[in-house]
């Protein structure tokens, strides 16, 4: 799932692919924010990215891809 996230006073998105589930996201940039933390998010090759939470302009949680097998059309 793609996760974005608004940096104040950065002209680009942090854009990170995450396996964890967009509820667990949500919950860690409420914990983040409320504890006035670094907001710890871990993407799908394992790398770590830190965030203060008093920068985070925004966070937009993508859904779930289904990985799709076969030629067919939608």
Known sequence: MEVKI?????????VLESEESPEAVAEA??????????????DDKGRLVLIPSERIG?????????????????
């Open 6 to 14: 608004g940096v104040t006073d950065v002209a680009r998105e942090v």
């Open 29 to 42: 940039v409420a914990a983040a924010i409320t504890g006035k933390t670094l907001l710890r998010l871990t």
């Open 58 to 74: 925004y966070v937009e949680v993508g859904v779930p891809e289904v990985r799709r097998v076969g030629f067919g059309t939608t």
